[in-house]
């Protein structure tokens, strides 16, 4: 039987648990374990990290999509009474699990479209991270969650700054918003400086720890196509009130200009921990022992302008 604590506790799933987003949810978890619990854990590949999970996490169910690893995990979590299913549509059963109050879509690409829309009309409330449902589904993931009533909650530094920069102020139109990016590896070159570079260069983004496919994405400047694109389903914007400015600390994570002229930002350093536990305890703000920002470390603040001719070509991709 559960006690009273335990029903108090919002039930999460993690649909990509293995990746970046999925373990840092996980570390935030960790650290708040009286206020949530694992129901579901999801990954594609990494059967090794998943078992390792699902054992320090309990959750009723994991799902493995790969179908080559399922009875290895099966025989591996069998002992543990930990559920095991495999393939795509298993992915969308297990999100409508009752238990389950928050669903975490953290997968990678066109492969978090599926089991988000099976979870909003489930009327899970749901932790977007994977900014690729809204870019090739916008308009039918909006429409289910205002017939479903389901709120989603980003997770992406830059939306989740814009969405804390409007708690308190939902009425008042928006004149604006401006998404920073931090201009990459590459910020500041050349097409001639591009033609020869590296898988290895462009996976070092000079702030943000992230996943493989974000990361290159960020390297071309993609990446923040899509989160315009998302920023536009999410906030319900017309493009011309999206704007993008490169600011290279990371420390301003995106700005929301009002029709008075007035701009809220919202800082902090670059860590997804911050905006994956701000959508969690939302709308709570958990205690946490983060390291904190100090100005006096960061005595400037710069800002330019996107390079769209060197980044938009993008010939030097083919290099």
Request: negative net charge; hydrophobic residues 40%; proline residues 4%.
């Amino acid at each position: 039987m559960m006690t009273n604590k335990e029903e108090n506790k919002k039930g999460i799933a993690i649909l990509g648990s293995t990746g970046s987003i999925g373990t840092q949810t996980l570390e935030v978890v960790r650290e708040n374990k009286d206020l949530f619990s694992v129901e579901v854990l999801t990954a594609n590949n990494n059967y090794e990290l998943l078992i390792k999970q699902a054992i320090e996490f309990s959750p009723n169910c994991v799902v493995i999509t790969n179908e080559n690893h399922y009875q290895t995990v099966k025989d591996a979590l069998w002992e543990h009474d930990i559920k095991t299913f495999t393939g795509k549509d298993a992915l969308k059963e297990v999100v409508t699990a009752e238990a389950i109050n928050m669903v975490v879509t953290a997968m990678v690409g066109f492969s978090g479209l599926a089991p988000t829309i099976s979870a909003i009309e489930a009327k899970k409330n749901i932790a977007l991270a994977n900014k690729e449902t809204l870019v090739v589904a916008g308009d039918i993931i909006t429409q289910l969650a205002k017939e479903n009533g389901v709120n989603i909650y980003p997770v992406d530094s830059e939306h989740s700054a814009i969405f804390q920069c409007l708690v308190g102020d939902f009425e008042n139109p928006i004149e604006k918003i401006i998404l920073t990016a931090s201009g990459g590896p590459f910020r500041g070159k050349k097409m001639v400086d591009l033609q020869d570079i590296t898988k290895t260069q462009a996976l070092k983004h000079p702030n943000w720890t992230m996943g493989a496919k974000i990361t290159i994405d960020s390297a071309t400047l993609m990446n923040k196509g899509l989160e315009v694109i998302e920023a536009k389903w999410l906030f319900n914007l017309k493009a011309n009130q999206i704007d993008v400015i490169v600011h290279p600390q990371s420390i301003i994570h995106s700005l929301v200009q009002f029709e008075d002229g007035s701009i809220k930002a919202q800082l902090g350093l670059p860590d997804m921990k911050l905006p994956i536990q701000y959508a969690l305890g939302y709308p709570k703000r958990l205690k946490n022992n983060f390291e904190r920002f100090n100005f006096l470390n960061y005595p400037e603040l710069n800002f330019h302008a996107p390079d769209k001719k060197t980044f938009g070509e993008q010939k030097w991709l083919l290099g």
